[in-house]
């Protein structure tokens, strides 16, 4: 466990809405073609062929062999390999690919019936930004490795899917690769009929929503759910207002796009914040994922002030230091704050806290760079531990004490810790942009299996779907 002292907040947790319907995902059509007029090769050396190892690493291209254009986040990959003991975990990371490791992503899964040389297996995928293969193109080299979580020395002679003599790309049909769910290259080992990663087991209730409304007043946004704060008080700067007005809706890229405008004139009573949540807290377990833009600089007047660009979820904090209190947070900081310097991107995983006098308890991974942009943000939430990544990398794992105990709800909102970064009174703005949300009840889905699901959605024309009950 770690802590991070902070003016932390209390947020308001609002009432329970009525359950909307939507159509079940199970309706919508395929969002590439279907698997048998689409053909793929892969093609596998290895990085480190040594019989023992501190990594492994399998470099793969994939191919287009059929006659249509295949879209990569419907492509999964599977090499398969013993684990070195039955307790063992492992980590996946990217070295190297031409389409971008921000676009490939690597998880790893059990065999049902293990072999002598396979009981795990490593699965690829690709995030939306990876794009489509035309028929005849590949994938270009993708440099890839995993290791124990312990980096104890691993044997990797003994894996099914290794080949220390393979020092050239060739194809390798000991990897499987499927499209949209069904195989279409290799062969696996006998042990490899695990459920589908494509449907994993669990609810699998979903609620999505593109943001495609007009303004802030707009029926629709309240009748799917939404509330936009208008309500004074914290967190954030004393004295400001949180106004619905500047939460507005636009067209972006051929999607719509919801924008949080966050203003100051260097006082608590020129300072407008925005917040919009869900008005049900319904959601626990399972995945939780957004796509939202950053921003470094304001739009408008000069930069400095310690803004805050969150996607989180929550729950009420009845008492100081109720042990049932719950919050799971991706927040940036682009120009620092509680404490840092600059540029920061925390996730925080809340068991409780007190704010006066101020103790926490938490958890948090943290990256100090800029996050300037768009980034796809997903965490997972199981009886096991609070997964968060970053465009489809791995980002951090935090303990099984900080999972919820009460459901809670959904929340984006843009503030000012305070207003010492910046002591300006000219007049400044700055914008935080969200494209979609979506929440898979009980299920832990993969970043490739989240965009797929986007996808979907999108192909089929749909703009919003909840099917998640009350509590």
Request: contains cysteine; glycine residues 8%; aromatic residues 12%.
């Amino acid at each position: 466990m770690s802590t991070r002292p902070t003016g932390r907040r209390t947020r308001a947790a609002l009432a329970l809405t009525a359950l909307l319907g939507g159509a079940a995902l199970t309706g919508l059509p395929a969002t590439t073609a279907a698997a048998a007029d689409g053909a793929l090769a892969v093609q596998y050396r290895t990085g480190s062929g040594g019989a023992t190892a501190d990594q492994s690493e399998p470099w793969f291209k994939v191919r287009n062999t059929g006659s249509t254009t295949v879209r990569l986040s419907q492509v999964k990959i599977r090499y398969y390999f013993k684990a070195d003991s039955p307790d063992a975990s492992y980590r996946f990371a990217c070295s190297w690919a031409v389409r971008g490791c921000s676009a490939v992503t690597g998880t790893f899964g059990t065999l049902a019936h293990p072999t002598a040389t396979a009981d795990r297996y490593l699965e690829i995928g690709f995030t939306a930004s990876a794009g489509s293969l035309a028929p005849g193109a590949d994938t270009g080299d993708m440099q890839l490795r995993f290791h124990r979580a312990d980096w104890r020395t691993l044997r990797q002679s003994d894996d099914y899917s290794f080949d220390g003599a393979r020092t050239s790309y060739a194809d390798w049909n000991k990897v499987t690769a499927r499209l949209a769910g069904a195989t279409v290259w290799g062969t696996a080992p006998e042990g490899d009929d695990t459920t589908d990663p494509t449907d994993p087991p669990g609810d699998g209730r979903t609620l999505f929503d593109d943001f495609s409304y007009t303004s802030h007043t707009d029926p629709a946004l309240s009748a799917h759910g939404w509330s936009v704060r208008s309500n004074s008080g914290g967190p954030g700067v004393p004295g400001a207002a949180w106004d619905p007005s500047k939460v507005t809706f636009s067209a972006s890229g051929g999607n719509s796009v919801m924008n949080l405008e966050t203003s100051t004139a260097g006082t608590g009573a020129s300072t407008v914040h925005t917040e919009v949540l869900t008005r049900s807290m319904k959601f626990r377990n399972g995945t939780y994922a957004a796509r939202v833009r950053f921003s470094d600089a304001p739009k408008y007047g000069p930069d400095g002030d310690r803004v805050v660009q969150t996607f989180f979820t929550i729950n009420d904090l009845k008492a100081p230091m109720a042990d049932d209190y719950a919050e799971y947070d991706f927040e940036y900081l682009p120009n620092g704050g509680w404490g840092e310097p600059s540029n920061i991107l925390y996730t925080t995983s809340w068991e409780t806290y007190d704010p006066d006098p101020w103790q926490a308890v938490n958890q948090h991974s943290e990256s100090r760079r800029s996050f300037a942009g768009w980034h796809d943000l997903v965490v997972t939430i199981d009886d096991t531990a609070i997964t968060y990544y970053v465009d489809g990398q791995h980002f951090g794992t935090h303990d099984a004490a900080y999972l919820p105990e009460r459901p809670m709800s959904i929340n984006f909102n843009q503030w000012l810790i305070d207003l010492d970064g910046q002591t300006s009174t000219t007049p400044r703005a700055y914008d935080q942009q969200v494209d979609y949300v979506l929440h898979v009840k009980d299920q832990v889905l993969t970043p490739a299996q989240v965009s797929a699901r986007i996808d979907a959605y999108r192909d089929a024309g749909t703009s919003f779907v909840d099917e998640v009950p009350a509590p």
